[in-house]
């Protein structure tokens, strides 16, 4: 087994901050994933990545970047926090990308931005 | 729009009842994935259900798909208070996944 390690666990920011979360595997997958859940809502993808150095744009990529550091590790900026902005950001890692592969989260860092 | 949804917002049972859940999805997908998610954690994926498969157990779980029809159940047998927790489903169409709003199921003692 493996786990996936989010942090902080709670991130309270600045409008116009950048704040930066990090995310670690020891599964040893390829591909890791960066995800935002607002309350009540489902998951949606701001970034994911294949391999190590490589990033990908998902449906929510706007207002934040990523980086690939090495395999086990990936990181979320949020360029500007926005006011009153609260969600929680969930990482994610599976072995491949490919449509059967199941994906393994972490506990999330859950945002309030004042 | 939402490309897979989940048909109810809340659900209630008591203990030892059955439920069943339902979702929705508008694209062709190639699978569906039920993700359970309890309070304060992540999901966790239940039941992967292929396009050419009509259903798929897990324990107390049963998972069904229909593509005519465009929608997947998930059934849950003698449930506990542990599977309080929202029922997500999950499409993969071209590539990438696209998650519902869930479905939160409360079980009472």
Aim: some cysteine; charged content about 20%; aromatic content about 10%.
């Amino acid at each position: 087994g493996g786990i996936i390690t989010q942090t902080p666990k709670f991130l309270i920011g600045q409008e116009g901050q950048k704040l930066t979360l990090k995310c670690q595997q020891n599964f040893n997958h390829d591909t890791m994933y960066w995800y935002r859940q607002d309350s009540g809502k489902g998951l949606r993808l701001i970034y994911y990545s294949i391999t190590e150095n490589d990033l990908q744009k998902g449906d929510l990529s706007e207002g934040y970047d990523a980086s690939r550091e090495k395999k086990s590790s990936f990181s979320l900026t949020v360029t500007s926090a926005q006011k009153n902005e609260m969600a929680v950001f969930l990482c994610a890692s599976s072995i491949g990308g490919g449509n059967y592969a199941e994906q393994f989260f972490g506990p999330g860092t859950r945002l309030t931005v004042l | 729009s939402q490309l897979a949804e989940e048909n109810l917002w809340a659900l209630s049972v008591h203990e030892g009842e059955s439920v069943t859940v339902n979702c929705s999805y508008k694209t062709s997908i190639t699978a569906l994935q039920w993700y359970r998610q309890k309070s304060g954690e992540g999901p966790a994926q239940l039941i992967l259900i292929r396009s050419n498969e009509r259903e798929k157990r897990n324990g107390r779980l049963r998972a069904t798909l229909d593509t005519s029809s465009q929608s997947s159940s998930l059934s849950i047998t003698a449930t506990r208070c542990e599977d309080t927790a929202v029922y997500f489903c999950a499409t993969y169409s071209n590539n990438r996944i696209f998650f519902g709003d869930g479905t939160q199921l409360v079980v009472k003692p």
